[in-house]
């Protein structure tokens, strides 16, 4: 099946440090999709994006859907210990009856 | 956006034996989708559940082993047969709505000794 490339595959910051990731692919996306798992929990979804280009904010969260349609980029601002978790990206490949593909996922650690 | 019950949260089992794991969403939905999570992994989509249709597999997955019923827009369930210690995993739940919203229920943590 498709791959969505994720990077990276963990981080350690310092709490207040902005945080960013991105994943890859060589196929085109129609829709980029932001998630973050806690444990215990299902994903949640942080941010969607829905045109080549896009840039879209929640909060401290910015995302951004790549003009090629084949990347996208989550950056979290000043962060803080509960964005501990890991992230995930999705995208839904273009002609693909909405099925998701998902990013192999980034684990964040936020130390105080 | 529909809020997802699914159940059990978790379950231990005797490998052998089949396990039903259940999805109830608030609302009705056309699309709804299946997940496992491996330990440690990301997300792998087992099949696509519509409504009045048999369920669309994805590649290494079959119906035998994990059967899916989708008997109203509210409800679904999948099986685990034959459970084998490679079956522990998180299997998840998740519906499609509105313009390209999905969803995902909290998961079902499956452990098979």
């Known amino acids: 099946g498709q791959q969505l490339n994720q990077s990276p595959q963990s981080m350690f910051i310092q709490e207040g440090e902005d945080v960013s990731m991105n994943c890859t692919s060589s196929?085109?996306?129609?829709?980029w999709l932001w998630y973050k798992q806690e444990p215990g929990e299902g994903p949640v979804l942080l941010i969607a994006l829905y045109k080549a280009g896009e840039l879209t904010s929640n909060g401290r969260l910015t995302a951004q859907f790549g003009i090629t349609r084949k990347d996208s980029f989550l950056n979290i601002s000043a962060s803080i210990p509960s964005d501990v978790g890991i992230y995930f990206c999705?995208?839904?490949?273009?002609?693909?009856?909405?099925?998701?593909?998902f990013g192999s996922g980034t684990q964040l650690t936020v130390l105080p | 956006s529909a809020v997802i019950s699914q159940k059990p949260s978790r379950d231990i089992c005797q490998r052998g034996t089949s396990l039903t794991i259940q999805c109830q969403v608030d609302s009705q939905v056309t699309m709804m989708f299946w997940y496992r999570q491996q330990p440690g992994q990301s997300l792998t989509l087992i099949a696509t559940a519509n409504q009045g249709s048999e369920a669309t597999y994805e590649s290494g997955f079959v119906i035998d082993k994990f059967p899916i019923s989708r008997p109203n827009l509210t409800f679904s369930t999948l099986t685990v047969s034959n459970m084998s210690p490679e079956d522990s995993s998180i299997y998840l739940c998740?519906?499609?709505?509105?313009?390209?919203?999905?969803?995902f229920g909290s998961g079902t943590r499956l452990t098979v000794v």
């Open positions: 998740s519906v499609g709505e509105g313009n390209y919203g999905y969803t």
């Open positions: 999705a995208g839904q490949l273009a002609g693909s009856a909405r099925q998701l593909t």
């Open positions: 196929s085109i996306f129609n829709t």
